[in-house]
């Protein structure tokens, strides 16, 4: 593909994928620079998500290959794929990594209020979000946000608030780094909720990230 028909269709991106995107990069989803231009890799051990994201990238001009599958020394299938190179995943990166003493890391762009809506909440969920079934009698949901600092979580879990009604708390989990660290964990009684928002936009086969 052309640099220019990758301009062309970096423009075209809609904002609903970068909805999707703000959920993917809160979760376990990584972008990386190769030359000019960065790109998406997914790898999932769910092959109805990663076939979906597949096929979505692929309906917008911005990935090629086929998904591939690998098998860790534990046995367990992995599905993977790698976007092309693109402008529109270079200004995702640049807003959204950041480069602390020689390391670069994630960190929060400054729309990420705007970006918050129930989509990016689903695949964020997907992605670092686990449920088990010791909450008071509900189950709880946690969101594995180790690698962003305090105050970056508090401002997640403040927009998780105002904008959804879910109440949240913080758990302190291992780091190497000590300000960061800190997980979000839904309130058992916000659980009705959080299943409200989040269940239109999750996979069938995902269904027990929210105890489903």
Not at 54 to 70: Q, R
Not at 196 to 208: D, E, G, K, R, W
């Amino acid at each position: 593909m052309s640099p220019e028909d990758k301009l062309i269709y970096s423009d075209k991106v809609p904002f609903w994928f970068n909805e999707m995107m703000c959920g993917l990069m809160l979760g376990d989803g990584n972008l990386r620079m190769k030359g000019t231009h960065a790109l998406l890799s997914v790898q999932q051990v769910h092959s109805e998500l990663t076939i979906n994201l597949w096929d979505i990238c692929f309906s917008l001009n911005l990935v090629i290959n086929p998904v591939k599958t690998i098998k860790r020394k534990t046995r367990q299938i992995v599905y993977y794929f790698q976007t092309l190179t693109k402008p529109y995943f270079t200004s995702v990166y640049n807003a959204r990594y950041i480069n602390v003493n020689d390391v670069v890391i994630k960190s929060l762009p400054i729309n990420i209020q705007v970006l918050i809506t129930p989509l990016p909440l689903a695949h964020w969920i997907i992605g670092d979000g686990g449920y088990d079934g010791h909450g008071r009698g509900v189950g709880r949901v946690t969101l594995y946000t180790n690698n962003f600092t305090l105050a970056e979580v508090e401002l997640l879990q403040s927009i998780l608030l105002d904008k959804f009604g879910l109440k949240t708390y913080l758990r302190k989990v291992a780091n190497a780094d000590p300000a960061r660290g800190y997980a979000i964990r839904f309130a058992s009684e916000s659980l009705t909720q959080l299943r409200s928002v989040c269940t239109p936009h999750i996979y069938p086969t995902l269904m027990y990230k929210l105890g489903l």
